[in-house]
């Protein structure tokens, strides 16, 4: 929203808010042994379920798997970077 002040017509505008950033940036960070955790659970699933008889499973659950892993994996990159870090 583009904060303005008093119009020439006297239309009142809204003030500008109180910074969250520091809210913000705290949350990001509690983020980080979750995000992390959750990449870790999603590899071990996948891994136990590549090597496990493949037949036992049908094909949607490997798929959903190994995809969630794949995904979860692309979060915490994205979140790393964000981060303004490259550490895995």
């Known amino acids: 929203m583009l904060h303005l002040p008093q119009s020439e017509t006297g239309a009142n ?17 509690d983020l980080e042994s979750a995000v992390c955790d959750c990449a870790m659970m999603a590899r071990i699933a996948a891994t136990l379920l590549a090597e496990s008889d493949n037949r036992q499973y049908p094909p949607e659950l490997y798929f959903a798997v190994t995809h969630a892993s794949e995904m979860i994996d692309a979060l915490k990159d994205k979140y790393y970077s964000a981060f303004g870090d490259d550490r895995e």
């Open 13 to 29: 505008v809204s003030p500008l808010p109180i910074s969250r950033d520091p809210a913000f940036a705290a949350a990001f960070r």
